[in-house]
Structures are given as C-alpha cells and as structure tokens.
C-alpha cells in the first residue's frame, strides 16, 4: 500500500499531528511521481534546486515549490495520459483569468472517494434518508466547472427524491432563478422527506432575502439542512456576516445553525474542507495549509494573516502537491476548538482579486489572438 | 445604493424602480430638454470645489503624495469650462451651411444611454455619465464592482449644483450576473456604451435591443519606441521618465507601455538595454510600493508566475536561455524577448524588450492594427517627424514622449474618435 493510500485510509480525518511522517512520505512519493512524468514540474524543481528526496521532515513542505493557480490557469500540467484520467474538472474562471483543467485519476478518485465519506459522517451528512435536492449552482455538463461537479457529487451522499437547480447557463451567461428555487422550497414543505439546500452561498442568500421580503416563512421538515460551499465569488461585495446567514435561514427555513454547513475547497485543491459545529474549518488529514507572507512569499507562523498555500498528495494525474490560492486567511493553533477536533484550524479573510486586476490593457492580449479591432480607454 | 429620480434608493428597490424607468425616462424625454449650458456650470462649479479641497479626502483615498496631487489637478482640468467647451467645439462642430440649403442638420443626442462601465480607472464610470450629460442624453449607468462610492459621491455632487441634471440620470450598483437588471437597462436604451475586451462585447451584443448603437471602448497595448544611440547619455532623461511612467502606472491602462521596442536588430544590444533600464526600473518602483496588502499579493504571485514559467521555457530551450531572458529586479524585471510581436506585459513594473529595426515596424505592429493605442517615442529631435509618421501609419493613434505615455492632454480625441461626437445622431430637418 502507497503512503498516500495509507493517508486517506486513517482512522480519524482530523489527526494531523498523526500523520506528520505519513503525509511527508506521500509528498514525496507524489512528487517523485511527477518529477519523473511531468517535464514542466521537473523543470521548475530543478529550477529552484529541489528534489523529491528534500521531502523528509513538515519543515520541509514549506521548500517545495508552490504553483499559483494562477500558473495552473494559464499551463496546463499533467503527469499521464489523459486516457487513464476519469474526470478533468475545470476551476470555476469566476475571476476572469480562464480556468486551470485538473485531472483525476483512479486513485485519486478512490482516495477522495473515502475522504468524502469520512468527512461527510463527521457532519453526519452521509444518510440513507432520502431528501430532495435544492442546489444554488447549475446542472453539471461536460469538462465542467468543479463546483458544479462537487455539488452534484453531493446529491449522493443521501438518496435525492428531487434535484432542483437555482441557476441556468444561458447564452448571456449565468441566470439565476430564484423564485423557481422558492417555490420549490414551498413544495417541499409540505413533503415528509427533509430537504437540503447546497450551493454559492451568494445564492442562498439573495434567494432566502427575496423570500423574507415576500413574507414567505417555511418550516421544513425535521432533518433538512444547508450546506454551503463554492465562496462567494463575484459577489464578495455584498458578502454577510455569518450569523447573518444562520439567522436568516434559522427565519426563513427553520433550520437550526447546527444543520447549517460550510465547505471550503477548489479545483486545485479537491480537500473537503468542511466546517465543525464551531464553524471553523479544521486542516484534515489529507491536507497541509501554509500561510506565506504576501511581499516575499514566505511562510509566516501561527496567527498570522498571508496568502493560504495549499499541499495535499492526492492525485498524481496533475502536480497540484501545493498551490498557492488568491486566498487571504490565517492557521489558528488546533486544540482549544469547542467541537473536539484536534487540528488547526483555516479562517478566511478575503481574495487578493487575482484575476479582478483593474487593468484595460489586460484584456487586449485576448484580441490579438482573434485579431478583432475594438474601441480603447485611458 | 441607487440613485434615481434626483434621489437615493435602497437597493432591494431595484426591481421596482426598473419597472417604472419606462415611463420615467419617456415623461423626461417628452417635456425637458438638458441645457448644455447649465451641465457645463455645473462640472465647472464641481471643479472649483475640487481645487479648493473640498474632496481631498476622497482623493486621499485613491492615491498619496504627489499622485493625490496629479489626480487633483486633472479632475479640476476636465471639469473645467474653458475644457469642457474647447471639447465641444472640437468635438461637435458642424460645418456652416448656406441660408438657402433645403435641409438643416443638427446634431441631437442618441437618447438614452446604458454605461457599463469599467473599474479600472477611478473616476471613469462619472466621466463617462458626464460626456452623456453634456451631448443632452438620459444616462442609465451600471457601477463596476470595484466601485467604492466615489462614483455615487460625483454624480450626487453634480446633480446638487444643478438639479435638472437628476431628472437625466440613474445609477445602479447592480452585479453584471444579474442578467434580467441588465437585459431591462439595456432595453430602454439607444446606445451602449461599454469597456471591455471580447467577453464585454458578446454579453453586450446579446442584450442590446435591435437598433441600438453599441459605442464601445475596448483594450487596448502601449508600447515605447527607442531609435538612436541610446549607450550615449543623450536619452538618459527619457529613459527616467518611462520608468516612472512604468512603475507609476503599473502598467494597468491602455496606454502603459507594456513593450520597449529598440531599434536595432541585435539580440545582443537589447541585452545590453535591459541591463542598462534595469536600474533605473528599480529606482522608480522603489517609489511606488504596492498600495495594499492584496496589490502586494498580486504582484509577488504574478513575479513567481514569470519566473516559473521561464524556469519551463529553459528547460523547453535544452537549458539554453531559450526565447525569453529575463533580468530580476526589487520589484521588477525586464524580460529580453527574441521575437517582435506587442503583448501583453506580466504587468506590475515588468516590462518586455524586443527588437524592431524601422523598417519592419509597420509590417510588425499592422498585425496588431486593432489594439494599438499610445507610443511613447525616443529619438533625436529631427527623427521625431519622420518616425511620428510612421508609426501613425501603423495604426498608432497616439505618440507622445515615453514620460507622458498616460498623460492627459486637452482636446485629445480617444482611439481614433471623439467620444461627445458618438453620442449623438445628425438629424436633418427641410426648411
């Protein structure tokens, strides 16, 4: 059996301290892997003077080179034949810089596959009660965007009587149809089966503000839930406060915050990452959080707030071993947690705007590849 | 936050004042008509308080030191009158007609016009409402994301000098994935006036009602131009002056230099060039850190990204130096590139380097026709003319010396077009 195997097959998803050794080991098997498979990692190790056999102690996570996603999004990188890949899946482009294509293997699908499973009991999200499907996202199609897949993913972790979407993909873009999502709800209602409502957080919200707003306040049946995932994207604007949130779907849904859950991931970094009954997102096992210091890209201890570098060996399809993401946040020190769990725990606290970069001049580069003459500004 | 109706309105009240807009804006366009006089005195009157300091808080905001002072300066030279008008008469002149000519032309406002407006420069989206002020159209304008207020803070001060200017506008901070907000501004007007590159354009199109003009102001490349011997010292102030325009810029708007082409054909003496602006780059990004955490963020991530993906090229090139060198600098890089083609910059006080020897800049940059903008020329005073010309014959539609590369002149026109001119149809009337 493969470290990496060893890793996903632990015992308790949240015994970081554990598994230190192991996740070493599986970082370095994977990283083997995809020095020897994979010219353009190759070269940026040897670029920076490491070697897969550097990986010996935690210390040494923090040497091994990160790719940004925004490298991810413009390279497309993979360590086999896109014949032995299953499922590519594609980051969300929400940002406007294109989005990086991820491939997933065998055994990373296995591997997530029980990293999933583990995850989802901790939340007691794993039932054979069945429950219709409310999803703030859009039906997945295609070499789709991750969260659209996830969210899907998601429908089977309890029998779906129904599925409904919130948002069309149409030519003008996305649509979202809320009151479709409302009535559904309404329907719903009245059913012996729990409902669980899952997608953009952004979307819940507008949908549950509509419906406060048109008097509606449903009680769903006992068991129905909330699982929220996906940030919130292109409206980071109007972002709430969480116990906002609880609030408003405690009102409008009677759904206690207990039943409320939050996950944090991306396509680059296929960790569910899912929130304890404290609301904090604890590091599994199956995964390491370095922060780095926005100037010199460091890593920063405890406490500290910098760009989120992501490290996990589970695919060997795509060298995705750590990426650093737009994301802003902190590593709180594991252990005082009200929940239980052990780990550090990750707080996010924004994006840079990676792909926001207010710049004209940026989306000129697309036009010279089409040659079409437009107008300018400035 | 909306404005509409001369007055704010929550924003969960969208859907209902969009419902009414209709009827609104045909009532204004049926019985007032914008006096073009009284928008002028106000921009003025708005111009004065900004001299005299009234919004040197808001200005705070945006830019410190001597940036806070060009950005006061400029935003009291455009709302000027004596700017202003000159831009009318420039713009919007007609040619005198005989007394006895059967038919009158005049020039008439489009109607009513949607700005979809960019956020990548401060101030732009209340500039672009202000020009469909002054050509006497209804102005709907949809926010850019990164608005933060300063538009609003504009447009309530404007409509407060005058009030007749509110009956002409609505302000809407509505999100662009709001597609049925969009598809409803978009149906009420005659013209759209939009920024943006190829993605901007088909969401546009796809929403535009038939007939209505799509006024668009899209990306656009800059670029500086070196002809001499530049080894001599001569050109020394120059080659400042276009560092700090680099670094000053971050080489975010259109007409930042995103290339410095030589015009030489030696893949030697380019290096040599960039040894040389190395320093001088340095220097000047030494004077214009990053503004924020995030900006910092974002120009370490897209340093490693170039310095990744030239670690791949080497390795592609056999461990030669292969098509790209690239020189690091604190806070910025020059990259020597074999090829001549105009791209886009890793941006940030990076810049690239080729080679375009005179004679084969217009066959080079006419493959870049559609997206020229500004050149920045370097030369000896009696070159100038004669390289001026060319590149105009290029497509180039703006030179100016590299320091000024995003400088604003009065009475310039924009992309090869005057922008109060776009907003309004010539209309023929028989005597």
New interface residues.
Partial sequence: MGAREKLFRWRDPYDTEGTEALFVAAMRENAAYAWARC??Y???L???GFSPEDLQSPEDLARL?F??T??LK??RLFSMPRSRMLIRAASSGTS?AGHSEIGLECGALAAGARMVVKAASARHILSPVPCHYVIFGYPPRGTDAAAAKTAFGYTFLAPALSRTYAIRK???????ELDGAIRALERHEKSPFPTRLMGFPAYVYFTL?RME?QGIALRLPAGSSVMLGGGWK??W??RVDKGEMYALIRRTLSIPEELVMESYGAAEHPILYCDCTAHRFHVPVYSRVIIRD????EPLPMGK?G?VNLLTPMIFATPVLSV?T?D?GVLHPGGDCPCGKKSPWLEII?????G?????????????S????????? | MIYAKSRFWPD?RQNEILSGLAAYINRVRATKTLDRERVIRALDALGRRVAAGEFDGRIAALAAGEKAERYRAMAVRCLSRAYVEDRVRRELCMAEEPADAPIRVELRPLGTLFHIA????DG?PALSVAEGLVTGNFNILKLP??DDGLTMEILSALCAEEPDIGDFVAVFDT??????AM?KMASLSDGIVF???????R?TR??APPGAKL????????FAYVSGDWHSGAFREDFEGLAEHIASTG??????A?VVYLDTASMEEAEDFAAYFLPMLEAASSRHP?SD??E???R???A??S??????R???AGGAEGDRIRLEGRGCAVTVCRDC????SP?YGSILVKRLPEKHLLPVLR?????L?TAGLIAEPQERGRLTELLLRAGV?RVTRAAHM?DLFPGEA??G?YPLRRYMRAVNIER
């Fill in positions: 010219p353009e190759r070269a940026i040897d670029d920076q080179p790719l940004p925004a490298f413009a390279h406007g149409t030519e003008a873009g996305y649509r979202p503000k707003e292109q409206h604007r109007e926005p100037v010199t890209l707030a760009l650093l737009d802003f924004g994006r840079t705007g990676m926001e970069i207010r710049t004209c001049a940026a989306g000129a580069e697309g036009l010279l089409g040659l079409t003459a437009e107008g300018g500004i400035s | 969960d960019a956020g990548n420069m732009l994301r990164a999100p662009s994935s709001d597609v049925d598809l920024w943006g590159g190829e993605e901007a354009e969401a796809a929403m006024i668009e102001w899209g990306h656009r490349l800059g080489q975010l708007l259109c007409s930042s995103q990053a955490m995030g910092a963020a974002i370490s991530v897209r490693s990204v310095r990744l993906e030239a670690a791949v080497r390795a592609e083609a105009l791209e886009l941006l493959r870049s026709a559609g997206v903008q539609n995003s924009h992309d077009e």
